[in-house]
């Protein structure tokens, strides 16, 4: 009986142990597999997000969108800019045309070390393109014509252009007073614009100028046409431009047939004396050109600085012909 109850326990013990053993391999195998939490899942398996490039930053965006409202608001500005009438501050006005004149307001300076003043070639332009000054302010530019020596370089053949660097225009003003008002670039006419503000003639001499026009002008805006600022009248261009050495061509010429004249009724006696005679070289020597032509209107006469130093000349060999035909003392 011991010996049966020994057996039995040796045999439950041994049961235990096997089944002991099956239960720890089926846990081993197939408890779940927990990763290490420092494992990382490769970037490989994810999407990437878009660049940078291609995405711009809050910061970015931002900043274009604030240039991009900046330039919207300068545009309108510019466009509704206010302008308004020296006599009558309460009176707004917009421009409502530009439009150039072709004339030359503005030329460049000599580029030569020789001149500091504009060219021949530009002071030429000037006289036979004007379209907005009086004889007065052609015959300064004539004297100073007279007095440039030619220091620009120009090929036999070639053509230089004139350098203007500003032209004329002309602007038009609508205002709220049911006016409109005109003005020019070079400050011609009955009304001049200074500083968003528009000017009679007769203000905006007192204001700012210490040799008033003679524009005519009342003491207030009044609505101005756009033919309210005409070209003087004449108005004129100067043409056919010579040098010194034409210049003395002519005397030389105009002499001769003075001279000739006079020994047709003189003694010959007094030839020699005649033949003697120069032509007005002073007169002639200039430094610059002189205009033969003078177009006022369309009426082409002989230009009256040309013609001066005609006389001058003519005047000075029938004076010197006259002392030859004295009797010697």
């Known amino acids: 009986m011991n010996i049966r109850k020994h057996w039995k326990s040796i045999l439950l013990s041994s049961t235990a142990l096997f089944w002991a053993s099956c239960g720890s391999d089926s846990e081993s195998a197939t408890a779940p597999q927990v990763p290490d939490s420092s494992a990382t899942i490769s970037s490989s398996d994810t999407a990437e997000p878009a660049s940078s490039d291609a995405t711009p930053s809050s910061s970015e965006t931002g900043s274009n969108a604030e240039s991009s409202s900046d330039a919207v608001q300068s545009s309108s500005s510019a466009a509704t800019k206010a302008f308004k009438l020296a006599s009558n501050p309460n009176a707004t006005c917009k421009i409502t045309g530009s439009l150039p004149t072709g004339s030359c307001i503005e030329f460049a300076k000599s580029t030569s ?16 393109t004007n379209t907005t000054k009086t004889l007065e302010e052609l015959e300064e530019i004539e004297a100073e014509l007279e007095n ?45 614009l200074k500083d968003s503000t528009i ?34 009248s ?69 230009n009256p600085r040309y013609q001066a130093k005609l006389d001058s000349n003519n005047a000075f060999v029938k004076e010197m012909s006259a002392n030859c035909l004295k009797d010697p003392e």
Not at 115 to 123: M, V
Not at 204 to 228: G, L, M, R
Request: aromatic share 8%.
């Open 113 to 128: 070390t020789k001149s500091s003043g504009p060219s021949q070639l530009d002071l030429r332009y000037q006289l036979q």
């Open 234 to 302: 004449p108005l004129c261009t100067k043409n056919d431009f010579i040098g010194a050495d034409d210049l003395r061509e002519k005397f030389n010429s105009d002499k001769a047939a003075i001279i000739d004249s006079v020994k047709q009724t003189a003694d010959t006696t007094a030839n020699a004396c005649l033949d003697a005679i120069p032509s007005r070289e002073s007169i002639a020597a200039i430094k610059g050109l002189v205009a033969r032509q003078q177009i006022c209107d369309g009426d082409t006469i002989v």
């Open 199 to 232: 000017y009679t003639r007769e203000e905006y001499d007192q204001k700012f100028s210490s040799k008033p026009k003679t524009a005519e002008s009342s003491s207030s805006a009044e609505p101005v046409s756009s033919s309210s600022a005409e070209p003087p």
């Open 148 to 192: 440039t020596p030619d220091f620009s370089a120009v090929a036999l053949y070639g053509v230089q252009t004139p350098s203007c660097i500003r032209y004329n225009f002309k602007e038009t003003f609508e205002c709220s007073n049911d006016s409109t008002y005109t003005t020019y670039a070079d400050d011609s006419g009955m009304y001049v």
